[in-house]
C-alpha cells in the first residue's frame, strides 16, 4: 500500500508565495519520477511540474521561471516553491509518485489565488 499527501495550500494574493509538499509512503522504499499536476475547474488535469531520482525536472511553461520543483529522496518528499502568483494558478493541485509502471495520487490540495 502507498499513501500519497500533500499540504501546503491556500489562499494567496496575486504575486504572492505558497509551498506545496507531498510525502510518499508505504510498500515502495523510493519512487522514480515525482511530480505535481493541476487541475482548473472546467480544464483538464495538466502537468505542472517533475523531477526524477537524479534531480532532474522538467517544468510547464506557464509556470518556468515561477516555479521551483525539489525533492528529497531520503523522505520520500517532493516539494514546489511558487513564487509571484497568478490568478490563472488556481486549481487543485495533485502530487504524483512513481514506482516502475504504477502511479499513485494524493487527494489534492487547493491553490486559491485572488485579492
Known amino acids: 500500500q502507498v499513501q500519497v499527501v500533500e499540504s501546503g495550500g491556500g489562499l494567496v494574493q496575486p504575486g504572492g508565495s505558497l509551498r506545496l509538499s507531498c510525502a510518499a509512503s508505504g510498500s515502495i522504499f523510493s519512487f522514480d519520477v515525482m511530480g505535481w499536476y493541476r487541475q482548473a475547474p472546467g480544464k483538464q488535469r495538466e502537468l505542472v511540474a517533475d523531477?526524477?531520482?537524479?534531480?532532474?525536472?522538467n517544468y510547464a511553461d506557464s509556470v518556468k521561471g515561477r516555479f521551483t520543483i525539489s525533492r528529497d529522496n531520503s523522505k520520500n518528499t517532493v516539494y514546489l516553491q511558487m513564487n509571484s502568483l497568478k490568478p490563472e494558478d488556481t486549481a487543485v493541485y495533485y502530487c504524483q509518485a512513481n514506482f516502475f509502471k504504477s502511479s499513485y495520487w494524493g487527494q489534492g490540495t487547493q491553490v486559491t489565488v485572488s485579492s
Open positions: 523531477i526524477d531520482h537524479g534531480g532532474n525536472t
